[in-house]
């Protein structure tokens, strides 16, 4: 049944039964959540209240898959396991209670011009389009480093349990950022007659197939530009949108559903068969983006000093630049400059820690250099470049996008 609450004006979902319960509460949005076991005495409050992205699944295993990247310094959060899967939905909780809190899940980014370019000034978004517009559209980037710049704050004034309330919420947003549905006009294949397609695609397909979803554990980087970084796994996310449309028509066609009544098994075996590749690829990458900002937040919280920092503790004459175009399809320069001769190894690998390619091992001299890369014929995706010469280290991240 639908209903309406005043106060928020939004359309509000009551599907059938799941072990917990749930509720949607999304503007004009169908982002069902799964059935997630919680304490029976939570269960009716979340009935009454939720809405959720990715599922409560989804959410719990990226939350809780993130702290296996983090290093041993960072064990306060490591030992929180148990917490950061228990909150990794509270961000989806509070909708009903705070209206300014449905916008920061989404944002429909291919709805913006030149959405490659968005300001990271969200002030300056609202100055040309205005409140109503950017509200409606959503605010994830921003609504994403705001939480961050609040998880620093937090570490630093030794808060570690508001901080870990904070970094859950952070882990739901880089969630929502990694499930394509969330990231683009078509939300819930609505423009297209796949209507419902985002709750069988986040929810529905996740819970009957969470335990195929394995990530492997990467070394988290420390984030210069957090809303460079956060919109470059958007727009990773936004390009593999049409993806999962498609393959909504391709489960329809193999198990013979015309999308009206009970969803199938087969319907759901084949959305699976299909995004299969993709939804591993974007909860791998979750967890990577996740483990990295709550990595870096640990360093600007002055938590982790020295060698440990992989821009900040190298010399000033020893850095790699980000690479130009950025995004890029299907080639990229990447440049850096060596503080002395010697060897040089410059590796690119995807996001699960791969080695996709070694662009260079060699003998260098000191001073600029300059190595181009050519993706033909890889995924789109984040993937990481690293330079090494000797004991010094430092890698970043690009965008290749098809």
Avoid at 147 to 168: K, N
């Amino acid at each position: 049944m639908n209903v309406v609450n005043p106060s928020l004006t939004r359309k509000v979902h009551i599907d059938s039964p799941s072990p917990a319960g749930y509720i949607k509460c999304m503007s004009n949005r169908t982002r069902t959540p799964s059935g997630w076991k919680l304490p029976p005495v939570v269960i009716p409050v979340l009935a009454a209240l939720v809405a959720l992205g990715w599922g409560q699944m989804g959410h719990f295993i990226i939350n809780t898959k993130a702290l296996g990247n983090l290093p041993a310094s960072m064990s306060r959060f490591v030992d929180s396991a148990a917490y950061f899967g228990q909150h990794a939905s509270d961000a989806d909780y509070r909708k009903s209670s705070d209206p300014s809190e449905a916008p920061k899940h989404f944002l429909d980014i291919d709805w913006y011009p030149a959405f490659q370019n968005l300001t990271p000034k969200l002030d300056s978004l609202i100055a040309l389009y205005g409140t109503p517009t950017v509200t409606t559209h959503g605010i994830l980037p921003w609504s994403t480093v705001q939480t961050y710049d609040s998880l620093v704050a937090a570490l630093r004034r030794g808060a570690y349990v508001r901080a870990e309330s904070i970094a859950a919420d952070l882990g739901h947003y880089v969630g929502d950022g990694h499930q394509p549905l969330h990231v683009a006009v078509n939300y819930d294949g609505q423009l297209t007659g796949n209507n419902g397609i985002h709750s069988r695609y986040e929810t529905t397909m996740i819970n009957v197939y969470a335990s195929k979803i394995s990530v492997s554990p990467v070394p988290p980087v420390y984030v210069g530009n957090r809303f460079a970084y956060v919109m470059a796994y958007l727009l990773v996310s936004n390009s593999l949108a049409d993806s999962v449309i498609r393959a909504d028509n391709g489960a329809k066609s193999v198990s013979l559903w015309n999308g009206s009544g009970t969803i199938p098994a087969a319907y759901t075996a084949e959305l699976w068969n299909e995004t299969r590749a993709l939804t591993l690829r974007e909860m791998q990458g979750a967890t990577v983006a996740l483990a990295d900002l709550w990595y870096s937040a640990w360093v600007d919280a002055g938590l982790i000093t020295g060698a440990s920092v992989s821009a900040g503790a190298l010399p000033a004459a020893f850095s790699l630049r980000q690479n130009y175009p950025n995004p890029f399809n299907p080639s990229t320069r990447i440049s850096y400059r060596l503080a002395a001769p010697g060897r040089v190894i410059l590796t690119v690998c995807a996001v699960n820690g791969a080695k996709v390619s070694t662009l260079l091992d060699a003998v260098q001299g000191e001073g600029a250099h300059e190595v181009r890369f050519d993706g033909s014929g890889l995924s789109s995706g984040v993937y990481f470049y690293t330079l090494q010469q000797g004991s010094r280290s430092e890698s970043r991240k690009m965008l290749l996008i098809r």
